[in-house]
């Protein structure tokens, strides 16, 4: 059990740091913070291109990983003792 353990908490990792860098990677929509300090609104704010729409689901599966290993870790640290 502690190898299973082990490989979904270095998963949990990879997938946390990969879903970071994924969040970062997508284009601001304005109407933020960025707006506070001068980043106004573009011109393309509703057009999405393939390579947004792609990210957004390699994001959407990336972080539903995340969440399957959140919720094994915890549901192995609850019924083990």
Known sequence: MSI??????????LSSLFLTLLILLHK???GGVSDMFGGGMSGSVGSSSVAERNLDR???AVASVWFAVVVALGLITRFTS
């Open 4 to 13: 299973l353990i082990i490989a979904l908490k270095v998963l949990l990792v």
């Open 28 to 30: 601001g929509k304005g």
């Open 58 to 60: 390699f994001t959407i």
